[in-house]
């Protein structure tokens, strides 16, 4: 089983700032695909394929990386992106997510 | 719109079972695998495993061998999720999702307690 370990585990920003969470796979995959999930609502797909931008998702969402390691990163941290991300792969059965990164507003 | 409409919150006592539907609408059910995620309070997702809606197969990660059978009622685009012999710790929220993952449904929170 490929283990996801995102970092950091929680974290806050500032309006404006960016922010980087990182995701290292426990071995190669091919494709990182990254969720929000606000508190008490269903997760919701952010980038697919590594770095492309699902339907609806600002453009200050970006993702990138390859091998072993990816990233996450909000160009521009705004309120609303108050919530938690985690990291997927499917290049390696079974499917796993990582253990989420909860992000917060200062 | 593409919508996954699953089953109200239930409250069981272990031992017994619990069956959760997921209703699709807005696309052709069949052109897409439906999976079943778990996420116990205050905890992460974790992947239990899917369904092809087109043969009917179901596959399950290996913590969710057993007890735990996925179905469908392909006529009502719906998928559902069996739980039998409910433990305290089945006590989650378990959503389904289409098969990029860019559909989830809105969850269903089972409890657990006797």
């Known amino acids: 089983e490929i283990v996801l370990t995102q970092s950091p585990t929680t974290t806050a920003a500032s309006p404006g700032e960016k922010v980087t969470i990182t995701c290292l796979a426990s071995?190669?995959?091919?494709?990182m695909y990254w969720y929000q999930q606000k508190s008490g609502a269903s997760p919701k797909l952010l980038i697919y394929?590594?770095?492309s931008l699902a339907s609806g998702v600002p453009d200050r969402f970006s993702g990138s990386g390859s091998g072993t390691s990816y990233s996450l990163t909000i160009n521009t941290m705004e309120a609303e992106d108050a919530a938690t991300y985690y990291c997927?792969?499917?290049?390696?059965?079974?499917?796993?997510f990582g253990s989420g990164t909860k992000l917060e507003i200062k | 719109q593409i919508q996954l409409v699953q089953s109200g919150p239930e409250l069981k006592k272990p031992g017994e079972s619990v069956k959760i539907s997921c209703k699709a609408s807005g696309y052709t059910f069949t052109d897409y695998a439906m999976h079943w995620v778990k996420q116990a309070p205050g905890k992460g997702l974790k992947w239990m495993g899917w369904i092809n809606t087109y043969t009917g197969k179901p596959t399950y990660a290996d913590d969710f061998k057993g007890r735990f059978v996925f179905s469908l009622e392909a006529s009502a685009s719906t998928a559902n999720l069996q739980i039998s012999n409910l433990k305290n710790e089945d006590t989650a929220t378990y959503f389904c999702?289409?098969?990029?993952?860019?559909?989830w449904g809105q969850g269903v929170m089972v409890t657990v307690s006797s």
């Open positions: 999702a289409r098969g990029r993952f860019d559909y």
């Open positions: 071995s190669s995959v091919s494709n």
């Open positions: 997927q792969q499917w290049s390696s059965n079974p499917l796993t």
């Open positions: 394929s590594t770095s």
